[in-house]
């Protein structure tokens, strides 16, 4: 990222600070507040489009709205994997994933955008309780 503002700065260090959560921007405003950086809502989106245009967060379309995280491997592509019981999003950086992407290209003729590819299921310990219960 060849500019970046101390706003800027302080946003991706509030998300990698929080690699495994996802926060929405107001919580990230009022985290930054919380440890006295004054930025606005408005600065705060602005600045998240930068650093996911960078690669260097992910944003994670729900219906709540969007949530942002720390990539911490933003050189290449990842999976994300977001649990719908818990909304658990967990990064999925595995050599396996070329296979596939070669796959849909070639066969299907699609390629896949591995930044914005979410993946949506049960993490283990939410299938462990589902199964404790007897639930489906």
């Known amino acids: 990222m060849p500019y970046t503002t101390k706003q800027r700065q302080a946003i991706l260090r509030c998300l990698e600070a929080r690699a495994g959560e996802t926060l929405t921007p107001a919580e990230l405003a009022e985290e930054l507040r919380r440890g006295g950086s004054s930025v606005g809502l408005a600065t705060v989106y602005r600045q ?11 944003r994670i379309q729900t219906e709540e709205g969007a949530l942002y995280q720390y990539c911490p491997h933003p050189a290449h592509g990842c999976f994300l994997l977001r649990c ?5 999003v967990v ?6 994933l070329q296979t596939l992407y070669d796959h849909l ?11 914005r590819t979410v993946l949506t299921g049960r993490c283990q310990d939410c299938a462990r309780e589902v199964a404790r219960h007897g639930a489906n």
């Open 48 to 58: 998240l489009e930068h650093l996911e245009s960078a690669g260097l967060i992910h």
């Open 84 to 88: 719908e019981d818990c909304g658990r």
């Open 91 to 96: 990064h999925l950086d595995c050599d396996h």
């Open 105 to 115: 290209a070639s066969e299907h003729h699609f390629r896949v955008d591995p930044r």
